[in-house]
């Protein structure tokens, strides 16, 4: 009886310390998602809060949108041209080139243009913040600005995070643009493909 009474706990402990090594990574991964969400937090609160920089937002959407500009326009004209030239290909064995263009301005509306911008904008202006914001802490300027009763998240992450919430869209209807301008132009110019029907 004592031997079973004796095992009953230690039996329990390892049940403890398994579940404790299996759950790690659930609890590691929830907290990297509470930490970030905080952070929204915050920021969305600092948002309606004084004082108002609209100097600091002005700035992030330059940044993000005009600076992003070139990129954005040369990856949508290049990948409107090339879905016009799939699409004449594929329908050209039917017979049915005259729905290119709105084949086109679908797949690059609903698709490729909020997913490729999303990819230029991050790879692009997300990276240049990531530097911007490792730099600043590595060098104690965010230390600064909490020395001088700046708070650091209204002050760096929510110009930022509502610049690119503002830009993402504009930029995304660029794309648009641009794309179904190749696509226009090969299909009109390359693929023979009728101009009111294209339209």
């Known amino acids: 009886m004592s031997e079973t009474t004796s095992a009953a706990p230690e039996q329990r402990r390892r049940l403890l310390v398994i579940g404790a090594a299996a759950g790690l990574p659930f609890r590691e991964l929830f907290g990297y998602f509470g930490v970030h969400a905080q952070m929204l937090g915050q920021a ?11 100097r600091l937002f002005l700035d992030q959407m330059q940044f993000i949108g005009v600076g992003s500009l070139p990129i954005i326009m040369l990856v949508g004209f290049f990948s409107g041209l090339v879905s016009a030239q799939q699409t004449v290909r594929a329908l050209s064995l039917f017979q049915q080139q005259r729905f290119v263009g ?31 914001l490792g730099s600043m802490r590595i060098t ?16 760096l992450i929510t110009p930022r995070i509502v610049a690119s919430i503002l830009m993402l869209p ?15 132009l090969y299909s009109i110019y390359i693929g023979q493909v009728d101009v009111g029907s294209f339209v």
Do not use: H, K
Request: hydrophobic share 60%; no cysteine; proline share 4%.
């Open 102 to 132: 709105g084949a086109v301005g679908l797949s690059l509306a609903l698709e490729l243009a909020p997913v490729f911008t999303a990819l230029m904008i991050t790879a692009r202006a997300g990276s240049g913040m990531a530097t911007e």
């Open 140 to 155: 104690e300027q965010v230390d600064a600005l909490t020395t001088f009763a700046v708070n650091p998240i209204q002050y």
């Open 44 to 54: 969305m609160l600092w948002l309606v809060r004084r004082p108002f920089r609209l």
């Open 170 to 184: 504009v930029m995304t209807m660029v794309f648009n643009a641009v794309g179904l301008l190749g696509a226009y």
